[in-house]
T-cell receptor, first 111, second 114 residues
Framework: ETGVTQSPTHLIKTRGQQVTLRCSSQ?????VSWYQQALGQGPQFIFQ???????GRGNFPPRFSGLQFPNYSSELNVNALELDDSALYLC??????????FGPGTRLTVL | AQKVTQAQTEISVVEKEDVTLDCVYE???????LFWYKQPPSGELVFLIR??????QNEISGRYSWNFQKSTSSFNFTITASQVVDSAVYFC???????????FGTGTRLQVFP
């Protein structure tokens, strides 16, 4: 069984740029959730996708957007990057109302 | 509002000591789930346990045990005979319906010294 994978592992961008992060869900899972983890903090929920539709959103501005594809993989897009967007971005996949299993994360640095 | 509090920021122990990580939660829901995840230096969150609000039975898995008490809204995690490989940040989390989004505490960094 393949676990959750994320790409890229690390990314460096400058303020104002746009970034796309990718996540492949675990086999058999149809739900993907994205979290932002700032240094020294717990992860914060960004949004969740279920069967290609957004299924809930945390307290993040509209410049954070996402997609889920028919194979249940997902993308997180962030426009107009700000310095505070520097964080570890974690993707988790799950079956319906089931335990979320996390990928290794993408560490984004905004300069 | 739902909230998870992990009051212990950092704990240091010597190998073979027992250690308990505290977790207190707040929720108005009658049905909810509680979780513990481990985050080693690599960054990946590793699932340890999920417990639903109707099951207050304590659980033991090897050196790990969990004590769930609804009366005090606590879900504490004990590692018996700690090992250096247990060194990590441990997060307690609460799931919120209907999306089951996870609300995390701020984590407890555990350092186990040889």
């Amino acid at each position: 069984e393949t676990g959750v994978t994320q790409s890229p592992t690390h990314l460096i961008k400058t303020r104002g740029q746009q970034v796309t992060l990718r996540c492949s869900s675990q086999s058999g899972h149809n739900t993907v959730s994205w979290y932002q983890q700032a240094l020294g903090q717990g992860p914060q929920f960004i949004f969740q996708y279920y069967r290609e539709e957004e299924n809930g959103r945390g307290n993040f501005p509209p410049r954070f957007s996402g997609l889920q594809f028919p194979n249940y993989s997902s993308e997180l897009n962030v426009n107009a990057l700000e310095l505070d967007d520097s964080a570890l971005y974690l993707c988790a996949s799950s079956g319906a109302q089931d335990t979320q299993y996390f990928g290794p994360g993408t560490r984004l640095t905004v300069l | 509002a739902q909230k998870v509090t992990q009051a212990q920021t950092e704990i240091s122990v010597v190998e073979k000591e027992d250690v308990t990580l505290d977790c207190v939660y707040e929720t108005r829901d009658t049905t909810y789930y509680l979780f513990w995840y481990k985050q080693p230096p690599s960054g990946e969150l590793v699932f340890l346990i999920r417990r639903n609000s109707f099951d207050e039975q304590n659980e033991i898995s090897g050196r790990y045990s969990w004590n769930f008490q609804k009366s005090t809204s606590s879900f504490n995690f004990t590692i018996t005979a700690s090992q250096v490989v247990d060194s990590a940040v441990y997060f307690c989390a609460l799931s919120e319906a209907p999306t089951d989004k996870l609300i995390f505490g701020t984590g407890t960094r555990l350092q186990v010294f040889p």
